[in-house]
């Protein structure tokens, strides 16, 4: 009978020590990450005052049909290439000298973004837009002032991928 042959390869040399220990190392290692995830990532879809904004809530449909029954309604036009609005609103009186667009994205709160709105002449509007957009966003339109106290406000919504303007009316 032959002699055993030994090992003389350290551990440490060999591949099925390390696929073993790489097999655990792997998932603690995608444990650490999510759980740094986790803790440093914002959860903008989710509110901190949810009970205050659901007592909001018929404020702000009083708005939406306020614009209706004012008969308010707009056309709003966006120039991506110089950064312009423009915008037509109907059945407005008086028209005031600003209004204020609220551009809000679907689920990230940090690309929202408010543009003030000047008046041209009679009901046409126009501002400047900072930053080029694209995808689907949400559009509100009201005068200027804080969305919790002003009298009304057109909602709507526009997909820059498809479409350059968008009808707003209250809702």
Known sequence: MPAPIEDTVPWYKQFYPWMLIALPGTVVIACIYTIYLAINADDSVVSDTYYKDGLKINQRLEQDHRAKELGLEAQVQFDLEVGDIVLEITG???????????????????YDRKVVLHQLQGNKYRGDLENNLTFRQYLRLSPVGDINEVEWRLNGDINFRENSSAKLGGQ
């Open 92 to 110: 407005l009186n008086p028209d005031p000298e600003q209004l204020q667009l609220e551009i809000l994205h679907p689920t990230n709160h940090e």
